[in-house]
């Protein structure tokens, strides 16, 4: 098995494709790391699987949350005494949309 080494341009294109700016240390960083990554999917790629099932979870486990059931919550006199910033008995922030 060949094993395969990315390119500084091909990381370079990856990295513009996920529209991340990287210097140069981590682009030679990022090149050998997502080389090792792609060697190993070489490996797991030779191994047989016709035979086994499709599995989510190999634990056996299953429905292991709680039942829903109603509780008392906080009141919104409650849930507002801690906040430095409110209007009209509501949560005030910063605008998160320009």
Sequence with gaps: MAKSKLTKSQVE??????????TRVE?????SQLSETLNYIKILNELETREVKPTSHVTGLENV?????PKPS???????????????NFFKIKAIFK
Excluded at 27 to 31: A, D, P, S, V
Aim: a positive charge.
């Design 13 to 22: 294109h990856i990295a513009k494709l996920a529209n991340l700016r990287l």
């Design 27 to 31: 682009i030679k960083k990022f090149t």
């Design 65 to 69: 949350t709680r039942e829903d059931e």
């Design 74 to 88: 906080l009141s919104q006199k409650e849930v507002l005494s801690g906040v430095s910033n409110q209007h009209n």
